[in-house]
């Protein structure tokens, strides 16, 4: 054991830097109120956005998917893995999101591995929003391809950046989240389409925050935007609003054919179990069916961050239900989220790293699980946090 000794050194230094994470333990399933650590709180901190994460008619289809196909695949997909729910599931997300094509992975995460170094290398060049989500990142140096890190959402670096860069490339892509996880602002999608077609770049758009949430009856952001057949890729989750598990690739016909042939995590790893799919293709049917969910999301989202602008807390630059409580220096952010927490919420503080320094905050998550009352208690109990600690009078 004595050669693993370092990673106490490890642990120490992550708590003297602040960064050590205390893992809460919620006990029952997910839901606007949940038990946390022996104790009854709001939770403003999950992305079951449209509180499908405990609904019945998506833990029904899971027990039917059990009874039919059993807990588990038995194998990777490639081999004797490929059940027919799981080709029902990519042919119904694929209608869902208005694209040719559908691949099932195990995670977003792992969709994004599956993707990136799949169809880049060296040789390539990949431009990337500087505050792209993790897994891209690692995708991008699993890749091999050269990696330009444009500022956030500028387009204007990113074409200065295509200019600079891509003489020599074999090929190009942009990638860059749909929906930025920390600050609920929008990629501007149009504009990087535009230059995209300017430079002959592949365009790729992680959506992991956008659907469900986003355009018509949560379709995601090309619907949003109106892009439909422009953007070359598309990245999904099922742990986010579907409220499940697993991830998928939307795309041409001939991309996802592809990536069913070489993309590793799809080829070495087991896919998503019975239960898994059956839940999904409830949520997407749900959502297919009525955008009832998506609106109460919506208007909760505005009325909670009325209620903080009214108080006069920052919520940044927010265009989402990711609404961020701006508190500055990671010490108030973490005595704003424990004293939230000896009040019955439930909302966690995001400091460096995970934001530049001097940008900690308190980030809520709205969900359509939440009612006007849970608002207007959290609203209150920030309200009363906030003047304890002169964040607003
Ligand atoms: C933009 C983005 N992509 C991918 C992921 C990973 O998704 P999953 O939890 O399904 O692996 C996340 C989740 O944090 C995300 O925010």
Redesign the pocket.
């Known amino acids: 054991m004595a050669k693993l000794d370092f990673l106490a050194e490890e642990m120490q230094s992550l708590k003297e830097q602040g960064l050590f994470a205390t893992i809460r333990t919620i006990e029952g399933s997910q839901g606007a109120w949940v038990t946390v650590d022996g104790k009854k709180v709001l939770n403003l901190c999950s992305?079951n956005y449209l509180g499908f994460a405990n609904m019945a008619e998506l833990k029904e289809r899971a027990k039917e998917a059990i009874d039919r196909y059993g807990v588990g695949p038995g194998a990777v997909r490639t081999i004797a893995g490929t059940q027919s729910i799981h080709l029902e599931l990519e042919k119904k997300l694929a209608e869902f999101k208005e694209a040719p094509a559908c691949i099932l992975l195990q995670?977003?995460?792992?969709?994004?591995v599956a993707v990136i170094p799949t169809i880049t290398g060296e040789g390539d060049v990949i431009f990337s929003d500087e505050l792209?989500?993790a897994?891209?990142i690692d995708a991008c140096k699993l890749s091999k391809a050269r990696v330009m890190r444009y500022a956030h959402n500028d387009v204007n670096d990113l074409r200065a950046k295509l200019q600079d860069e891509s003489k020599d490339a074999r090929r190009k892509l942009i990638v860059t989240?749909?929906?930025f996880?920390m600050d609920g602002d929008i990629a501007p999608l149009p504009e990087i389409v535009k230059v995209a077609r300017e430079f002959d770049a592949i365009v790729m758009v992680?959506d992991?925050?956008g659907e469900g949430v986003l355009g018509k009856s949560g379709r995601g952001i090309v619907n949003h935007f109106g892009l439909e057949g422009q953007v070359d890729i598309e990245?999904g989750?099922?742990?986010?609003a579907f409220g499940v598990?697993?991830?998928y690739v939307t795309g041409p016909t001939l991309l996802i054919d592809y990536l069913k042939q070489r993309a590793r995590p799809f080829l070495f790893s087991t896919g998503l179990t019975p239960a898994d799919v059956g839940a999904a293709l409830a949520a997407v049917e749900v959502l297919m069916k009525s955008d009832e969910l998506v609106k109460k999301l919506w208007d909760n989202a505005a009325y909670f961050k009325k209620g903080l602008k009214d108080a006069g807390f920052d919520i940044g630059k927010s265009e989402t239900p990711i609404t961020p409580v701006m508190l500055g220096e990671a010490k108030v952010a973490q005595d704003f989220s424990r004293m939230l927490f000896e009040r019955d919420i439930f909302a966690q503080a995001i400091a460096y790293p995970t934001v530049p320094r001097g940008k900690a905050r308190i980030r809520c998550m709205l969900s359509a699980a939440h009612s006007r009352q849970d608002l207007d208690f959290a609203l209150e109990r920030f309200v009363e946090v906030g003047r304890k600690l002169g964040v607003v009078s």
């Open positions: 992305n995670a977003g995460f792992t969709a994004n792209n989500h897994s891209i989240d749909g929906v996880s992680d992991a925050h990245v989750t099922l742990s986010k598990m697993g991830g």
